[in-house]
Structures are given as structure tokens and as C-alpha cells.
């Protein structure tokens, strides 16, 4: 997983309510598709060595429980 990645991940961990693609790129200084690349290789991580998985609404990005745990949290 790439730095990029990892700084998302931690923003994204203390935001709490999720952030939006633009709002990640004008914070790094990096393209909207650099942004969604990143994404993508945090969200491979996530799945397969996390109970935490990212939620995506349109713009926005947040963390979330995984599926398979749902229940467990609930």
C-alpha cells in the first residue's frame, strides 16, 4: 500500500463522517484520479487483511465496519 494510501486512510479514520474525493485531492495536492487510485489500493488492503472496509456515497468516502461483521457490531 502506497503513502498516499496510508495518508488517506489515516484522515479518513479521524474524520468520522468521511471525506469527499475533491476535498482528499486539494488536501494532498494530487489529481482526483491519483486520489481514486489510491482508494482502490486501500480498499484491496482493507479487504483482505481488515474488518474495516471503505463506504462510498457518490463524492464521499468513509471507513466502515465490513459486511461480514455487521452483526457483530450491531
Do not use: Y
Not at 20 to 28: Q, T, V
Not at 40 to 66: G, Y
Request: aromatic letters at 2%.
Amino acid at each position: 500500500m502506497g503513502e498516499l494510501a496510508k495518508k488517506i486512510e489515516a484522515l479518513l479514520f479521524v474524520s468520522g463522517e468521511g471525506l469527499a474525493i475533491s476535498r482528499l485531492a486539494l488536501l494532498f495536492k494530487k489529481s482526483d484520479a491519483d486520489v481514486k487510485s489510491a482508494l482502490a489500493d486501500l480498499e484491496k488492503h482493507l479487504n483482505e487483511h481488515h474488518a474495516i472496509t471503505l463506504l462510498k456515497d457518490q463524492d464521499k468516502i468513509s471507513l466502515v465496519s465490513a459486511k461480514e461483521i455487521s452483526k457483530l457490531v450491531e
